[in-house]
């Protein structure tokens, strides 16, 4: 069974920075990403990156957000610089895992972490 426990949200200033964890377990992990929700709007991919270090970025968050991986301990991280009222939101762990090397993947999501950027 596929867990992902998120960490790392809160409130923060505008400028500042927060870096956020996702620990997934229970799977053979191919993309481990986040995306977010902000109040009054859909779902958006925010970051994703590959087992072997490919990434994908929003527009939005380009330049400020760095995205990363540790393989060996099956982590995500979101690192966030120069943080914006707009990125709040609640933030999302996700996945794409396949229980053995043969089987489909399938998607996964976590429970999610708040993050509020406001002085």
């Known amino acids: 069974q596929v867990q992902l426990a998120e960490s790392g949200g809160g409130l923060v200033q505008p400028g500042g920075s927060l870096r956020l964890t996702c620990a997934a377990s229970g799977s053979i992990f191919s993309l481990l990403g986040w995306y977010r929700q902000a109040p009054g709007k859909e779902r958006e991919a925010v970051a994703r990156?590959?087992?072997?270090?490919?990434?994908f970025y929003a527009d939005s968050i380009k330049g400020r957000f760095t995205i990363s991986r540790d393989n060996a301990k099956n982590t995500v991280y979101l690192q966030m610089n120069s943080l914006k009222p707009e990125d709040t939101a609640v933030y999302y762990c996700w996945s794409r895992s396949h229980s053995t090397p043969l089987a489909p993947d399938f998607t996964s999501w976590g429970q999610g972490t708040q993050v509020t950027v406001s002085s």
């Open positions: 990156i590959g087992s072997a270090g490919s990434t």
